[in-house]
């Protein structure tokens, strides 16, 4: 589903004339030509017309929006800018830049794909700007790829992750249904194997152990594309704030009193069990 945006997040003239500055563009007078972008005078001494900057088969300019459905703890969606044109002719340079927890393949190719980091959350917005140049003249664009819940995504238990995950964590015939292969819990990151075992851990009094377990399920949950409401992104934030540098047991002796992690544990069970408003859990 493609929709432009309003006349809102279109670039304003203060940012393209900002634009216009970087690496050495001179004058910000006399703005025109295409997309309101600024024409110089190349070395003949004629006009030059900035490129189209645009996205798509359609070549659709700046401001557009597109959705795609989360596809786990990493989201993937194609970059294509090849409909982009200089009005002389002139062959073009690209250089993408994108949102935070995101990479791009090529940053300076036509058409690559853009990697969005959706381990904790799918449910947010990557801009992307879109600088393409003649040698001359630079033009500019904007892509906003939002991306949302998978359809129908739901969540699980522990108790569900506990034995549908790696070897040591998939009873029976179960499979591994983890879309990762290493979680950080607190300032820790720990390989699938270790997070296998930290579930085999009974809590025994220690409330940082009952903590991870549903820290642990909470956050594959959001990495299999179950929706995260606010309330539940929040409590993962506030466990891992919790946890911090502490290792947890069988991988180290961290420890934490059950009084300080209940209220957590109790919420982030409220989530993996589907119970918090904007959650559906799974059959």
Request: glycine share 14%; aromatic share 6%; charged share 15%.
């Amino acid at each position: 589903m493609r929709t432009l945006l309003a006349t809102g997040l279109l670039l304003s003239t203060a940012a393209t004339l900002a634009w216009a500055g970087i690496n050495g563009q001179g004058g910000r007078n006399n703005l025109g030509g295409v997309n309101g972008q600024q024409v110089r005078t190349s070395q003949s001494g004629s006009n030059n017309l900035p490129p189209v900057c645009c996205f798509g088969p359609d070549c659709q300019q700046t401001g557009e929006t597109d959705s795609l459905e989360c596809q786990g703890a990493e989201t993937v969606y194609v970059l294509d800018a090849t409909g982009s044109y200089d009005p002389e002719g002139q062959p073009l340079t690209y250089f993408w830049e994108s949102c935070p927890g995101s990479t791009i393949d090529d940053p300076s190719s036509p058409l690559t794909l853009l990697r969005i980091d959706t381990s904790s959350s799918c449910d947010l917005v990557c801009g992307v700007r879109l600088t393409v140049s003649d040698g001359v003249n630079p033009g500019y664009c904007r892509i906003y790829v939002k991306v949302v819940p998978a359809s129908g995504g739901c969540t699980y238990t522990q108790g569900y992750w506990k034995n549908h995950g790696p070897v040591g964590c998939a009873s029976g015939n179960n499979t591994n249904h983890w879309a990762v292969d290493n979680l950080d819990l607190g300032n820790v990151n720990y390989t699938d194997g270790e997070l296998c075992s930290i579930f085999k851990t009974p809590v025994k009094g220690n409330g940082l152990v009952s903590l991870s377990h549903q820290l642990i399920a909470a956050k594959l949950n959001a990495a299999n594309g179950a929706s995260l409401p606010t309330i539940a992104s929040d409590a993962i934030a506030d466990a891992d704030a919790l946890i911090g540098d502490l290792v947890v047991p069988p991988v180290g002796g961290g420890y934490l009193a059950p009084a300080t992690t209940s209220f957590l544990t109790g919420l982030l069970g409220s989530y993996n069990e589907g119970l918090l408003e904007g959650t559906v859990h799974c059959d």
